[in-house]
């Protein structure tokens, strides 16, 4: 199976074993599993945030997938010179893996995650508001009332706040406050924790 995937997570599994968790534009969410020693095809091999061409295998005794080439079509990493950056980068990461499975839209799912991991990589844009921005597009595209139910029902300064974040490119947002940015974030998952099925990481 080949499939333009992005890395979200690796981490180690046993002494000589990645587990790589990867969201495809094609299936969705899934795990895939890398020996240290074997040797890829491909021109670089898999870091954080990366979009790539990825070739699996089946293992031989069951369905578990294992790399096998790995092409790098887009390398973020600038997203990991600036702690908050990466840190937010790494919680937005989190999010689509607890709910990947869930997920209907493949594919709309994997562009906006490319176009949030795109502006974090950008270093210019505030990295409260492209996390702010993702929640709330993907909690209207996975059919959750938050325009009607959270947005609606802001006070005044939050929704004037909130507009030009949801409207404008985020590079153009360093006017506003990212205070401003965490207070909204902090509200929007505290609405989508008991109004919504999406689990959100703490």
Aim: aromatic residues 10%.
């Amino acid at each position: 199976m080949e499939t333009e995937s992005i890395l979200l997570a690796k981490t180690a599994y046993g002494e000589d074993t990645q587990r790589l968790l990867f969201l495809c534009a094609r299936s969705g969410f899934f795990a895939a599993f890398k020996k240290s020693s074997k040797r890829l095809t491909g021109k670089a091999q898999p870091d954080l945030f990366d979009t790539a061409t990825v070739l699996f295998e089946d293992g031989r005794k069951n369905k578990v997938l294992f790399l096998k080439s790995y092409d790098t079509k887009v390398r973020r990493e600038k997203i990991s010179k600036q702690y908050q950056r990466f840190e937010i980068a790494c919680r937005l990461a989190r999010l689509i893996i607890k709910n990947g499975a869930y997920l209907e839209d493949a594919l709309q799912t994997f562009r906006l995650t490319e176009v949030a991991l795109d502006a974090f990589n950008n270093l210019n844009a505030p990295p409260p508001f492209i996390y702010l921005k993702f929640l709330y597009l993907l909690l209207r595209q996975e059919g959750f009332p938050v325009r009607q139910s959270w947005r609606q029902n802001l006070p005044q300064r939050n929704a004037e706040i909130l507009a030009p974040i949801l409207q404008l490119p985020t590079e153009d947002l360093y006017e506003h406050s990212i205070s401003h940015g965490q207070e909204l974030i902090l509200d929007l998952e505290k609405w989508a924790r008991s109004e919504t099925s999406l689990q959100i990481p703490s």
